[in-house]
Each structure stands twice: as structure tokens, then as C-alpha cells.
């Protein structure tokens, strides 16, 4: 059994039906409507919704990131102005140790003049005891070697005077 196709009935099957064609365009207009209206406008508004969220989201992104931006320069610029801090620190701090090094060794300088004035002092004391004691000495001397030459007894004061006078010459030659 074959299946053969007549030119009679290649029409029938392409067959244009107005009535049909009428109802299938109010079926699809009545599905358009009703999507349109219980569809559409909440698809759209969700939609809307979204895109409105989403840029809403973006906009804090993009404050929250030139925010951060903002705090990363504020941070570099406390980062350099508290090492400019610490090197004025350190400077001052190697300036006062300077200052104290040059006080220390001021007072130590003057400290030792002192010390070598009043040594020189103690000197100068200890050499005119010492001439002292060497003119006592020779007055003594000359006092006995005086009374040898004149054998005879002369009075303090005389003797006192006469050392004196002795001295004073010695003392200029």
C-alpha cells in the first residue's frame, strides 16, 4: 500500500480556514493581554527594581572604593608625616645629646682649670712656704754666723731687720 498523493488532495491538506485563522489570532491576542497585564508590569517592575538595586549597589561600590581610596591617601600622608615626625625626633634628639656631649665636656674642661689653678695655686702656696722656711733657715744661719763674726748678742729686732735686709737683697739678685 502506497501512499499516493492526488493534486486534490495536496489542496485539502494546504487548506486555508478563516474561521480557524480568526480564533487563533483572539487566542494569541487574549494570551498577549493577558500577559501584558498579569505578566509584563510585574516582570518589568521587578525588573526595574533590580536594575535600580544593582545601581544603587554600584553607586556604594564606587563610594565605598573612592572612600577607601581617601582613607589609603590620608593613611600615606599620616604614614610620611609620622616619619617626618620620627626624624625630627631623632634629629632633636641627636641635637640635645650634641648640645649635652659639647656641656659635658665644657664642664669637664672647666673642671680641669680649676683643678689645675688650684694646683697651680697650691704650688705657688707650697713654694712660698718653702722660700719662707729657706729665709727662716738662712736668717737663722746668718743670725748664728753674725753672732760668731761680732760675738756679741744682738737683739731680736736687730736681728730681725738685718735678716730682712739680707732677704731683700737676695731675694733681688
Known amino acids: 500500500m502506497g501512499i499516493t498523493l492526488l493534486a486534490g488532495d495536496t489542496l485539502q491538506l494546504v487548506n486555508i480556514n478563516f474561521p480557524t485563522i480568526i480564533f487563533t489570532l483572539i487566542n494569541t491576542l487574549i494570551i498577549l493581554l493577558i500577559y501584558k497585564i498579569f505578566l509584563h508590569k510585574p516582570v518589568m517592575k521587578i525588573l526595574e527594581e533590580r536594575k535600580q538595586k544593582i545601581g544603587e549597589e554600584m553607586k556604594a561600590a564606587e563610594d565605598a572604593q573612592a572612600a577607601a581610596e581617601a582613607m589609603k591617601t590620608e593613611y600615606a600622608e599620616k604614614l610620611r608625616e609620622s616619619k617626618e615626625e620620627a626624624a625630627q625626633i631623632v ?50 744661719i746668718v743670725i748664728m754666723a753674725s753672732e760668731k763674726v761680732c760675738e756679741k748678742e744682738i737683739s731680736k729686732t736687730d736681728n730681725e731687720a738685718l735678716i730682712n735686709k739680707f732677704i731683700a737683697e737676695v731675694g733681688n739678685e
Not at 680641669?112 to 722660700?131: G, P, T
Request: aromatic letters at 0%; a negative charge.
Open 91 to 140: 634629629s632633636a634628639a641627636v641635637k640635645r645629646a650634641g648640645e649635652r656631649e659639647n656641656q659635658i665636656i665644657a664642664e669637664a674642661q672647666q673642671e680641669a682649670a680649676d683643678m689645675k689653678k688650684k694646683a697651680e695655686e697650691s704650688i705657688e702656696l707650697e713654694k712660698k712656704k718653702a722660700i719662707n722656711e729657706i729665709k727662716d733657715q738662712i736668717s737663722d
